[in-house]
């Protein structure tokens, strides 16, 4: 496409999302979700022919020396289409939201004063990798009442095209508009920059991917942005804690996949279990081949453990998104000097406390400004999914108007609704 014909395309899907997002908004909760089992039913029905279109996109990305991780994020296995089916019933299954009425009160005029939960509208989707993020995104878009339109990486074009048919067959199914839920069927890049400067037709633009595009999306969008640009995730290994929990939570929270955002990338010891602790975990990540960048007092505990890839780090160490088996570790007085550096060093996505101390758990809760604050598990607990939302669109470090994953809540909005009898105003 030149860049006229992308233009006119965006427009084009901009205008039918409008259109039929007002048919969304009026759709009765049996009909929307009977189109989300319908979408667990195709993907479950689709697994070998969504293979062969996988593979294509796997293909292509190893033919392009793309890195072990970011394969990995575009392969759609069974298991991962088996999640995406279960999300879809799980947000079937869901109490419906939108029309809520909330906090209906009488006022002295008699008007009774209340909330109602509507949909956003339509938003706009830009995400890199991973396919899934199609189903995603659409089944939280039809359970919530909205339009999206989708625009995934290049690399999973045609992995996404196959997924976006089954979406629109199971919006047909249901009686439901097919452009509801539309994918950019271009890679041309000129379709971001367009689709993220249409107010008229656009409500917000959530992207999810790398730092540069979340970067490009924020400084150059003209509608409201969702965001996180990074997820440096903090564990941090209290005095007093249970060794054996400490071992397990955070080998977790680091090797159970390295690619995804809330794996942890900083690792944080208290001084008083530092030397119990850091020779047992480095004999874990040493087997695993994970790379510790260490501040000199952790460099020191570890340097007996056979096998332990070790590396100073550097004042950016602390700072940095690996998503890599590679892991920054400093030793730290106690809670306050933990709490103070995740609060300068983090991207305020998830930090975990693993403790015993029931003040010190709740001091990291209140003080600790990310958008997931945990207790005694895994930072990679933190998603949509996990947290019984049924699916997520992404996650928010923002304050405003979602934080941390964002389900059907953060999808929607809130209207003021006005009840009377006749009142007039004196």
Known sequence: MNALNVAEYTQTLGLQAKTAAAQMARASAATKNKALRALARLLRDNVAALAVDNARDLERATAAGLSAPMVDRLKLSPQVLETCAQGCEQLASMPELIGELQGLKQQPSGIRVGQMRVPIGVFGMIFESRPNVTIEAASLSIKSGNACILRGGSEAIESNKALARLVQQALREAGLPEDAVQLVQTTDREAVGQLIAMPQYVDVIIPRGGKGLIERISREAKVPVIKHLDGNCHTYVDDPCDLDLAVRVTDNAKTQKYSPCNASESLLVARGVAADFLPRIGAVFAAKGVEMRCDPEALQLLGAVEGARLVPATEQDWFEEYLAPIISIKVVAGVDEAIAHINHYSSHHTEAILTRDHVHA??????????????????????????GLGAEIGISTDKFHARGPVGLEGLTSLKWVVLGEGEVRS
């Open 362 to 387: 709740q001091r990291f809760l209140r003080e600790v400004d990310s958008s997931s604050v945990m207790v005694n598990t895994s930072t990679r607990f933190a998603d949509g999914f996990e947290y």
